[in-house]
């Protein structure tokens, strides 16, 4: 009798214990669901939070238990300060129990942006996903990646255009204290008038490094912010189309504490043909400065159709040689 009794005391505190580790997961994974919404909604309002807003028309959670994860219907950004709107169907968030600092999201199109002077996006996708990975409270990674895009562009005179891409992805990365930002689009094609040519299909592939940027992760980023800073451009390489033209770029760079660039580039260009055509396409205005460049470039090639180039950058002035190419304006 005894031990019967002693039995059913064992079971009757060990479901006492079960069920008070199941309530507590429970409570634990609702307060890590409800972070892993806070962090993106905190992405998303960046530092300035007074301007920004950020709401849904409906929240819920889900995964429960293998992940903590949310969905947000009917996503609204509002930035006041400069009197834009960005909408999407829906974002869905979660991070798996194993890794709850790392957040994959996933936003559903269309998406719109707008703003009161009559500026206007609209980009579809076949998928749009994100990751975000948090240490000590603060961003250390934001990642993202995109198959078939087509983007719709209207400008408040009324011209309107198309961007398509076939698949891009980017990475920013706080890297021992050192900021890396990679990106990589394919086969981008812009149409800068729906009733105009589009300009050739163009890949792009950039690899970079800003020492001791990492903390500009955590910050509403701004180009300014650059100021003072140096860094390396491991490779900034466009490729265009099937003329098989190439211009890659790498070299260290700094900047002053007035925003000019100085450095030295190594450039390496094929086809040269291919890529005045883009920048003359691109940059109509620009069309006397680009035909100059074209021409001298040639001057060095002497008929080759690969060849690379130095050129140094000094308090914002670009020469090639002794040729001068021009001002860089400031940051």
């Known amino acids: 009798m005894a031990r019967s009794t002693r039995t059913r005391k064992f079971v009757m505190w060990t479901l006492i214990v079960l069920i008070g580790l199941i309530v507590a997961y429970a409570l634990g994974w609702f307060y890590v669901a409800r972070t892993v919404k806070a962090r993106i909604f905190s992405l998303l309002q960046g530092q300035d939070q007074r301007n920004v807003v950020v709401s849904c028309e409906d929240i819920g959670y889900n995964g429960f238990p293998a992940t903590f994860g949310f969905f947000c219907d009917g996503l609204h950004v509002r930035d006041r300060a400069s009197d834009s709107v960005f909408d999407a169907p829906q974002l869905n968030a979660e991070a798996p129990v194993y890794s709850p600092w790392s957040v994959l999201a996933t936003v559903t199109g269309p998406a719109t942006l707008q703003n009161d002077a009559g500026m206007l996006a609209r980009a579809e996708w076949h998928s749009f996903d994100g990751k975000l990975i948090y240490k000590g409270g603060a961003p250390r990674l934001v990642s993202f990646t995109f198959d078939a895009m087509t983007t719709r ?179």
């Open 153 to 331: 562009f209207a400008d408040p005179e009324g011209r309107e255009g198309t961007l398509t891409a076939e698949h891009g992805q980017g990475l920013v990365r706080n890297d021992g204290g050192d900021l890396d930002v990679a990106l990589t689009l394919n086969d981008a094609v812009l149409r800068p008038q729906n009733n105009a040519d589009a300009l050739p299909a163009v890949s792009l592939n950039l690899l970079a490094t800003v020492d001791d940027g990492g903390a500009l992760i955590e910050t509403d980023f701004r180009p300014q912010m650059l100021r003072g800073k140096s860094g390396i451009v491991n490779q900034a390489a466009l490729a265009i189309g099937e003329s098989q033209s190439l211009m890659a770029v790498s070299g260290r760079f700094s900047f002053d504490k007035d925003g000019y660039l100085d450095g030295r580039f190594s450039f390496e260009l094929t086809g040269i043909d291919g890529v005045a055509q883009l920048a003359g396409l691109a940059f109509p205005l620009a069309a006397g400065v680009i035909d100059t460049v074209t021409g001298l470039v040639k001057s060095f090639t002497g008929g080759q159709r690969t060849v690379t180039l130095d050129v140094r950058v000094d308090h914002g002035r670009a020469v090639l040689g002794f040729i001068p190419l021009g001002k860089i304006p400031p940051l």
